[in-house]
């Protein structure tokens, strides 16, 4: 039983812990030529509430990547803050980015808020959620799916961008793009990578309705759990474990399915979920591969489509400019060398990919003290002390929108930059980088150009109908338009 004594004596033992662990970490600092890294300036510098309460409002308010971007414009690219009693190194810089997933990246492996948000939906041996063997073993299975000849192949896009451009209302009403992109991309990928597609767009049935509930319910409170303090998930929370399991069980009746189908002639040479089943994996590691798959290939890639139609219609120039390139192809049916050589509608996603990363935030945390080259110091360019265990965050979002790398226009929607010489490495990630780079970075790109091609051959412009609301994002393991994307498109007359 605590006493008032105990209350007393163990907030001041915590706090002497601290000190002498801030006192050793100095000195380690010092005599690694490191210099000090700023701190957020707490109200309450123990657990950090402030702070806490802050994100909390974010996050329900869907304005967390706008918070964050505002702390590093006025407490530096790189800065300690302090949630739940919890130091968090918050940095914007490609530098450290570039040592921590590429030249160390053994040094640095998955762990921190992102790891925390992703195993109770994925599962512990996803290719999202494993380090060293493991994570090279998940990486192998799924990489097959990703080759050039795969990707190549249109006619699987076909079908399911037809059925998006049919559900499109031609009368100029009203739509949420966003919805329909989710839709499409998650036939796509199950037809892609399972062999046949849950049709959502045709005949959506009240299993796939649910799932598609589930599996965004479990990702947005599995992220926000980690985000205000990973101590939150270790809560019981009953609603959200019905969930994780409903959304287990769904893909387990696809796993059977296939099982007892595997000897059907399918649409598709390569089925994905075969090959899986044939390396040995049993039912839970292949749930896993198969939810990472669906993350990579269906939220990304509808993420990154919504943010590019979004910005198109609030710029009406470009969409001339893209439908003039697009139009002068003579083919209805591009080739894959066709797509890839226009220039416009590359920049034109580049952009939108550059101001909306579908993946924005990440963390990792080194397995030994090691130092970062950029953050210290009053001009933020010398290399700081990190201690084993410090979970490192990064924004996307936010480094993407950096003013001395992008331009003083660095917040606006403009493809042009991308054809004025702008030199970007580690600057521009929005696939992550090093041995960790998206596999699926082709299949989303071979999408979105395809996806892109066909709406403006059929549509000749597109506006926004919610122009005056704020832009609102929802923070899941990838991000979304928490209010959809809502548009209204004119039918090309001829």
Same mark, same amino acid.
């Given at each position: 039983?605590?006493?008032? %004594? ?9 706090? !002497? ?28 510098? %123990? ?10 409002? $974010?996050?329900?308010t869907h304005t967390l990547l706008q918070l964050w971007d505002s702390r590093f414009r006025n407490y530096g690219n790189t800065h300690y803050t302090l949630t739940l009693g919890k130091w968090v190194l918050m940095t914007n810089e490609p530098e450290n980015v570039k040592l921590i997933l590429g030249t160390k990246m053994d040094e640095w492996p998955l762990d921190g808020p992102r790891l925390h948000a992703a195993v109770p939906v994925l599962g512990r041996k996803s290719v999202f959620t494993t380090n060293g063997a493991q994570w090279r073993e998940a990486r192998g299975m799924i990489r097959p799916s990703f080759v050039r000849d795969q990707v190549a192949d249109l006619q699987c896009f076909a079908k399911?961008?037809? /059925?998006?451009? /049919?559900?499109?209302? &031609? ?36 299993? $796939? ?31 959200? +474990? ?12 696809? =796993?059977?399915?296939? +099982? ?15 090959? =899986? ?9 292949? %749930? ?20 590019? !139609?979004?910005?198109?219609?609030? @710029? ?23 797509? &890839? @050589?226009?220039?416009?509608? &590359? ?13 924005? *935030? ?40 950096? &003013? ?16 004025? /010489? ?14 960790? =780079? ?9 999408? %979105? ?12 412009? =597109? ?11 929802? *923070? @899941? ?11 209204? $498109? ?5």
């Amino acid at each position: 039983m605590l006493t008032p %004594i105990h209350l007393l004596v163990l907030p001041l033992l915590y706090l !002497f812990s601290r000190l002498v662990l801030y006192t050793l970490h100095r000195r380690r600092s010092r005599s690694l030529g490191c210099s000090p890294v700023p701190v957020y300036p707490h109200k309450d510098p %123990i657990l950090g509430l402030d702070l806490f309460r802050d994100t909390l409002r $974010a996050i329900n308010t869907h304005t967390l990547l706008q918070l964050w971007d505002s702390r590093f414009r006025n407490y530096g690219n790189t800065h300690y803050t302090l949630t739940l009693g919890k130091w968090v190194l918050m940095t914007n810089e490609p530098e450290n980015v570039k040592l921590i997933l590429g030249t160390k990246m053994d040094e640095w492996p998955l762990d921190g808020p992102r790891l925390h948000a992703a195993v109770p939906v994925l599962g512990r041996k996803s290719v999202f959620t494993t380090n060293g063997a493991q994570w090279r073993e998940a990486r192998g299975m799924i990489r097959p799916s990703f080759v050039r000849d795969q990707v190549a192949d249109l006619q699987c896009f076909a079908k399911h961008v037809g /059925n998006f451009l /049919n559900a499109i209302p &031609k009368d100029g009403s009203t739509f949420d793009m966003q919805e329909l992109l989710l839709s499409m991309t998650m036939d796509s990928s199950t037809d892609f990578l399972l062999g046949y597609s849950t049709n959502s767009l045709l005949e959506p049935s009240p299993e $796939a309705k649910q799932f598609l509930e589930d599996f965004e319910y479990t990702s947005r409170e599995a992220a926000k759990k980690a985000r205000l303090g990973t101590l939150l998930l270790l809560l019981p929370d009953g609603e959200f +474990q019905a969930a994780v399991t409903r959304v287990r069980e769904y893909v387990r009746t696809y =796993i059977r399915k296939s +099982q007892a189908e595997k000897t059907d002639k399918k649409e598709r040479d390569y089925v994905f979920l075969h090959e =899986i089943l044939k390396s040995g994996a049993d039912e839970e590691h292949a %749930i896993d591969q198969v939810l990472s798959v669906i993350i990579a290939g269906r939220d990304t890639t509808a993420a990154a489509m919504t943010a590019c !139609f979004y910005y198109l219609a609030r @710029n009406p120039e470009a969409v001339q400019k893209l439908r003039k390139e697009i139009l002068d192809v003579e083919d209805e049916m591009p080739t894959w060398e066709q797509l &890839k @050589n226009m220039k416009y509608l &590359k920049m034109v996603i580049k952009e939108g990919l550059r101001l909306f990363p579908p993946a924005s *935030t990440n963390s990792r945390a080194p397995v030994k003290d090691t130092v970062l080259p950029r953050g210290g110091g009053p001009d933020g360019k010398q290399p700081i002390f990190v201690p084993k265990g410090q979970v490192v965050r990064w924004s996307l979002y936010s480094m993407h929108r950096r &003013k001395d790398i992008f331009g003083e226009d660095a917040d606006e929607f403009r493809p042009e930059r991308w054809d004025e /010489n702008l030199r970007v490495g580690w600057e521009y990630i929005p696939f992550s980088g090093g041995p960790r =780079i998206c596999l699926g970075q082709q299949f989303a790109l071979t999408q %979105i150009e395809y996806a892109l091609f066909k709406f403006f051959r059929a549509f000749k412009s =597109i506006e926004p109908r919610d122009a005056d609301s704020p832009l609102l994002l929802r *923070t @899941n393991l990838t991000v979304t338009f928490a209010n959809g994307c809502l548009v209204s $498109a004119i039918p090309d007359s001829k």
